[in-house]
């Protein structure tokens, strides 16, 4: 099955600088790759996803890169604000077992960002 | 509010007793899947299911743990029996229906419970 790697497993910036969470995932077969951001006893909130057949997407301050020949992806976050804290997720699709189309998530462990005001 | 509903949000069952966990999905949406969060960690696949069908559910333990998804009204994720180790935050997210091979739908979380074994 897939398994993702994700690193750091803490980050501590300063309020306006950049922050970037990295990724690797096993399964080449995997062709989505969404990230979540994650407060402290609240629902996981996707922020921003990627598919494979782009290398890059940006949305406002955020943006993440894919390379699939390496089979890893990363999250840029740009003039981090104090709002920005919070655990962030990558994740991998599998495909799901009888069915294509729909698929489960292989999450990796996160990252707990902290933004120093 | 059309999002993801999950009910009831905190669930305290001592041990050897059932927990039942709802799911409503997103309006629209018809696949279900079921993750387990234990503190300070991720997410875990269990379980993921089309309206009256289980899609996969590679990612639940054998014993104790079933879910359904049946044509009206929630998803349901059983606990039968539980111990103290079924003690963990669980989210249920939805996606859309239908699409051809290949075609990829974002999945959207719910608030989750929280399940204490005492």
């Known amino acids: 099955g897939e398994n993702v790697e994700q690193h750091p497993s803490t980050l501590s910036v300063q309020e306006g600088d950049s922050a970037v969470i990295k990724c690797t995932y096993s399964?080449?077969?995997?062709?989505?790759f969404p990230w979540y951001k994650q407060e402290l006893g609240k629902r996981p909130q996707l922020i921003i996803d990627?598919?494979?057949?782009?290398g890059e997407k940006k949305d406002q301050r955020i943006a993440v890169t894919l390379n699939k020949t390496a089979k890893h992806f990363s999250l840029h976050i740009t003039e981090t604000q104090p709002e920005d804290s919070a655990v962030y997720f990558c994740a991998a699709s599998n495909k799901a077992k009888g069915d294509t189309g729909r698929r489960a998530l292989t999450f990796g462990s996160g990252t707990r960002l902290q933004v120093q005001p | 509010n059309a999002g993801v509903m999950q009910n009831p949000r905190h669930l305290v069952r001592r041990r050897g007793q059932e927990a039942r966990l709802r799911c409503s999905p997103m309006k629209g949406h018809s696949h279900v899947y079921w993750y387990r969060q234990l503190p300070e960690e991720g997410l875990k696949f269990m379980v993921y299911l089309q309206k009256e069908n289980i899609i996969d559910e590679s990612g639940m333990p054998k014993e104790r743990f079933s879910a359904e998804f049946p044509k009206e009204g929630p998803s349901i994720l059983r606990i039968q029996q539980v111990v103290r180790g079924d003690s963990a935050a669980y989210f249920c997210?939805?996606?859309?229906?239908?699409?051809?091979?290949?075609?990829?739908?974002?999945?959207?979380f719910g608030p989750g419970t929280r399940l204490t074994v005492t």
């Open positions: 997210a939805s996606s859309l229906m239908g699409g051809t091979q290949g075609t990829i739908y974002e999945q959207y």
């Open positions: 990627i598919r494979s057949n782009v």
């Open positions: 399964d080449s077969a995997s062709n989505y």
